[in-house]
């Protein structure tokens, strides 16, 4: 290669620290950079003319194609997150980014891909996962305090659970909760997110598959109840199931094995199964749209999350969580909200739960420029529906003043009304808890 600026291109395309290839508009790879060598663990020789379907194995392959639909759109995609399958049988996190690739005339004559490892991140996130106990439960009202109590119970024994609750309001953190309580905790937890695939895709992923069990099956890929041996099996939100694969689904619960797609022989399972949901599943199976015989199997024990807008009195303990939280996952020093950023965040209703109001704060956590989150760092429906400094000051400690009135009952509640140990909780003075009694008018 004598041409300059093909020798410049060819050095920073391998040089780059992102992986990077390119496809034609069928999907076969025509180009693949050293960086793609060392993250996939494939060389450039064994990949170039294939399908890169064959070689990543996404989880995004089948049902949305990122690349695929940067081809035939000619839109970006920009750090979109998926797991993919290396070489040697790993899974592992990537961000891409997606882009169609033209010619001179401005035709579309494919796509191009460019990807970064997440492990380091993913790791740091799974640690903090892991290490998710009931003391996690961020909560001080009395709504969850019986299923603070009940877990350690639950945990304990090996039947499963149906955790229910509407969207955001936690119900996997509850399940690794459980998980991490129990005698399986040093084994796999292994989430499933059943409305967010086909049947067929629910199924092999489930599954498994061996090599030549359907068309593109090259190799043998272990299912996720494979991969959940000895340990847990989260099924979220389960009442998404089709009548088919509750079917499957029960026949594995009640013979406790399974058979992957293409075998014949059934291999015994050692999985705890937790499912939760957000459809009210008696309702559903008195509509018939849901398996009375599954619901009784998987509502052995029954645990349910209360809404975030039943206990307003959680939302400054969550907000103080969830702030160092983020502040270990990126690494910055945020100390926490200003009062006219907590007022906003108490105004709001949060029809998606715990996790509106975690977003809300990660939202903050890339906007802010300071040390503290200020309401014009939070989401726009947010800020935007907050009271303003130019009304009473009153109207806007409202929401704080009867967080706080909660708090305080809760915290008398929790003592049988003995005031010194709700201070104690509380940790401030008797003198002070008495004060703010009288002036919230708390008996």
Not at 176 to 201: M, Q, S
């Amino acid at each position: 290669m004598n041409d300059p600026d093909a020798r410049f291109f060819s050095r920073i395309f391998n040089d780059i620290p992102h992986g990077i290839f390119t496809v034609d508009q069928e999907g076969h790879v025509t180009s693949f950079n050293r960086t793609a060598e060392e993250i996939t663990g494939w060389r450039r020789e064994e990949v170039l003319g294939r399908r890169c379907t064959e070689v990543f194995l996404s989880n995004h392959c089948d049902a949305h194609c990122f690349l695929r639909a940067s081809i035939a759109e000619g839109e970006a995609h920009h750090d979109r997150q998926v797991t993919i399958t290396t070489r040697d049988g790993r899974r592992l996190e990537i961000s891409v980014t997606t882009a169609a690739v033209t010619d001179d005339s401005g035709s579309v004559v494919g796509g191009v891909e460019m990807f970064r490892d997440l492990s380091a991140v993913a790791s740091l996130r799974r640690q903090v996962e892991a290490s998710y106990t009931h003391e996690d439960i961020v909560s001080r009202s009395p709504a969850m305090r019986s299923v603070r109590d009940i877990l350690p119970l639950v945990a304990r024994s090996d039947s499963t659970v149906l955790i229910q609750g509407e969207p955001g309001t936690g119900k996997e953190l509850i399940a690794r909760a459980i998980h991490n309580l129990g005698p399986r905790a040093r084994k796999p937890f292994v989430p499933l997110n059943c409305g967010a695939l086909p049947d067929t895709l629910v199924e092999s992923e489930l599954f498994g598959y061996l090599r030549g069990a359907f068309t593109d099956a090259r190799k043998d890929k272990p299912g996720l109840l494979s991969s959940a041996q000895g340990g847990t099996l989260f099924l979220d939100e389960v009442g998404e199931l089709s009548p088919a694969m509750q079917v499957k689904l029960l026949r594995v619960l009640q013979e406790r094995e399974f058979t992957p797609l293409g075998s014949v022989r059934p291999v015994r399972l050692d999985v705890r199964v937790l499912a939760a949901t957000n459809r009210d599943l008696q309702d559903d199976v008195t509509g018939g749209r849901f398996r009375q015989d599954l619901f009784f199997r998987l509502n052995v024990v029954s645990v349910f999350l209360p809404p975030l807008r039943s206990r307003p009195e959680d939302i400054p303990h969550l907000i103080q969580h969830f702030v160092r939280r983020f502040s270990t996952l990126q690494g910055r020093r945020i100390n926490g909200v200003s009062e006219r950023a907590m007022a906003g965040l108490m105004a709001h209703t949060y029809p998606g739960n715990v996790r509106e109001l975690e977003n809300a704060i990660e939202h903050a956590f890339v906007v802010c420029g300071g040390s503290v989150i200020e309401l014009e760092d939070l989401p726009p429906h947010l800020a935007s529906a907050a009271p303003r400094p130019a009304a009473a000051d009153a109207r806007a400690m409202a929401p704080l003043a009867a967080a706080e009135a909660g708090t305080i009952r809760a915290a008398l509640e929790r003592h049988g009304g003995h005031r010194g140990a709700a201070a104690r909780d509380l940790g401030v003075s008797r003198n002070t808890l008495w004060r703010k009694m009288r002036a919230y008018g708390i008996e």
